[in-house]
């Protein structure tokens, strides 16, 4: 957040995420809180925008501080994003840290599988075998951890807000019993950086798989005997793997997750929509056990998997000036009640979703890895804000209104061109979603695929779905029982 008011340039286009948002500081949240003004959000600054010019005249109350009012410059910018009709804009890149992504002084860094010395592979080695080797009823064995995000204790913190925040104080919960174990006390988990193969360090015990020491279903709720005992983690070989990723263009998503300004909701737009479309393709690409939410945890790959993809979240934090709770409300245009309390909650975890955006956790960095640009790229926007359609931008070919809740398990949507497939998206998701409440809340849900308009245009297309754990009966699953789907053609557009 910008700190001063002093010689501020004069800028006759001013947008909400290069500009505006950063003219307020945490002490001028508060201060204008308290008088029913918000100026964390996208959506308070708009609607109190005259008023806010109003209190920041040089006679008015905001700044509280003196030494912080505006000069005329800023209250200039100001007026004129009024004039032009609040446009959201695109982020200003920041440069990423030498080294290292988080704020100036983490308690840890991460660092990437691949650069760990002998003696970090042997400690983490280590500290996996402690974890495994403790009684299944403790509450920090490798067992009970790796149950909270399958069977039996199955909270699910999937396609929602909570998504990125729950799996990153997860993470944390793991780390730390790591750090339990005698001698591993400076343990840090490693990351997959899956544009690289995954590590051959994952083909060694501990990492190569676990055997579950008990039934997980047994003390689930429905219970689910047998379904998962006895039972011995899966994994792809590295070619499949690779091939998969590829398959689900997990890789693009990733890229495209990392483009975007907005922090967004999974079933519209923004950072977290591409997120989790990476995140669900990741976990289907890396092997059966990874594919089954039930026991997905329980693969050591798990850990190495999630490690990356609270990277990218950081990394992405980092760029868009998001480190802090004030910084990362700005990236929000919907809903931000799920920050704040009461429903700010991670359970089963005491921290929380606030608490998350920054943990004090480091994670190494490649030092000469390019700053690419935003995009604010939307299939809608509001009517008084001007737009332009790019003749380069992809087409956005939405699925709509999947029935989730009748598709026993993570499942495949298939878009096809000319009976041929182009594309494909995974959905991670447990193989009773009806009895999940998490997965509940969102019965229906879409998939988006970003096409070149020269892949399928003028082409006869179309959708399947694919269930890859029915293999008995045969893995397609009929439309209609998912709820017959919708297909949406869309145009994107930016702010112009």
């Known amino acids: 957040m910008i700190d001063t ?45 005259l008023a806010i010019y109003a209190h920041t005249a040089p006679t008015g109350d905001m700044p509280p501080d003196p030494a912080f009012k505006w000069s005329v410059n800023r209250r200039q910018t100001f007026l004129n994003w009024i004039i032009k009709k609040y446009p959201m804009g695109v982020a200003t890149p920041q440069a990423k840290l030498s080294g290292s992504v988080s704020l100036t002084s983490p308690s840890r860094t991460r660092k990437n599988v691949h650069n760990l010395t002998n003696d970090e592979i042997q400690t983490l080695k280590k500290a996996f075998r402690g974890l495994m080797e403790r009684d299944p009823a403790q509450d920090d064995s490798y067992f009970a951890i790796a149950s909270i995000h399958g069977l039996p204790q199955a909270w699910c913190s999937h396609h929602i807000d909570q998504y990125n925040p729950w799996h990153r104080v997860y993470l944390k919960t ?74 689900y263009d997990v890789l693009g998503e990733i890229g495209t997750s990392d483009t975007q300004t907005e922090w967004g909701q999974y079933n519209d737009n923004g950072y977290q929509k591409f997120s989790i479309q990476a995140h669900d393709g990741g976990h289907l690409s890396v092997g059966p056990t990874m594919a089954a939410q039930e026991v997905a945890a329980f693969d050591p790959a798990f850990w190495f998997f999630h490690c990356n993809l609270d990277r990218l979240w950081l990394q992405w934090q980092t760029k868009v000036q998001a480190l802090t709770l004030a910084g990362f409300k700005t990236t929000i245009t919907g809903d931000v009640s799920w920050l704040d309390a009461p429903l700010n909650t991670l359970p089963p975890f005491s921290t929380t979703s606030d608490q998350s955006i920054d943990l004090g956790i480091a994670y190494e960095q490649d030092a000469a890895e390019s700053v690419v640009a935003f995009e604010n790229l939307a299939g809608h926007m509001e009517a008084g804000r001007r737009f332009r359609i790019s003749k380069a ?66 082409r006869e297309l179309s959708v399947t779905i694919e269930v890859p754990s029915q293999t008995e009966m045969g893995t397609l699953f009929p439309l209609s029982e998912a709820g017959n789907p919708t297909i949406n053609a869309r145009f994107l557009l930016t702010d112009h």
């Open 5 to 49: 008011a002093v010689d501020d340039p004069l800028v006759a286009d001013p947008t909400y995420m290069a500009d505006i948002r950063l003219f307020f500081r945490p002490d001028d949240i508060s201060h204008m809180a308290a008088k029913g003004i918000d100026l964390g959000s996208y959506n308070g600054v708009k609607r109190n925008a």
């Open 393 to 458: 931008a992809p087409i956005s070919v939405r699925v709509k209104g999947i029935a989730r809740l009748n598709i026993p398990g993570s499942f495949v949507v298939n878009l096809l061109a000319d009976g041929k497939p182009i594309a494909k998206r995974a959905f991670f998701q447990p193989n009773a979603p009806r009895s999940c409440p998490t997965c509940a809340l969102k019965a229906l849900v879409n998939i988006d695929f970003r096409i070149d308009q020269k892949k399928i245009v003028d």
């Open 174 to 247: 793991f780390e730390d019993a790591l750090r339990s174990i005698p001698g591993c006390e400076d343990v840090t988990l490693p990351f997959w950086d899956i544009s690289e193969p995954i590590p051959s360090l994952l083909s060694e015990e501990p990492f190569a798989q676990y055997a579950l020491p008990v039934d997980p279903g047994l003390a689930a709720q429905p219970p689910q005997p047998g379904m998962y005992f006895p039972y011995t983690t899966e994994r792809n070989d590295a070619a499949t793997i690779k091939k998969l990723l590829a398959g």
